[in-house]
């Protein structure tokens, strides 16, 4: 079911992590799921990224490619970026 809807609502990039760009809100302690129920509850989030091996959840309002932000390869990390406009509405 969990991966349902990831699939359904999210592009994943495993082992990337987003650089030259700042978070709009970190959380610690998070799963995946949740890090992304996280950003489809705030009003601007184009982009996630998810520690697992940390639990560190990254939710950002620019994505891959605008500006100087840009994916380089980190193990460990995974890069999202929503599918739909209505993210929330998605993962419901």
């Known amino acids: 079911q969990e991966r349902y809807v990831?699939?359904?609502?999210?592009?994943e990039k495993s082992n990337?992590?987003?650089?030259?760009a700042s978070p709009l809100e970190r959380?610690?302690?998070?799963?995946?799921i949740e890090c992304l129920r996280f950003c489809s509850r705030v009003k601007g989030c184009l982009a996630a990224s998810f520690a697992s091996t940390?639990?560190?959840?990254?939710?950002y309002n620019i994505r891959n490619g605008t500006g100087t932000a840009n994916l380089v390869q980190l193990l460990g990390y995974i890069?999202?970026?929503p599918k739909v406009t209505d993210v929330e509405k998605c993962m419901s």
């Open 79 to 81: 890069y999202y970026e």
């Open 6 to 11: 990831v699939d359904q609502c999210f592009e």
């Open 54 to 59: 940390l639990s560190i959840c990254d939710i």
């Open 27 to 32: 959380r610690i302690g998070l799963t995946a």
């Open 16 to 20: 990337c992590y987003l650089i030259d």
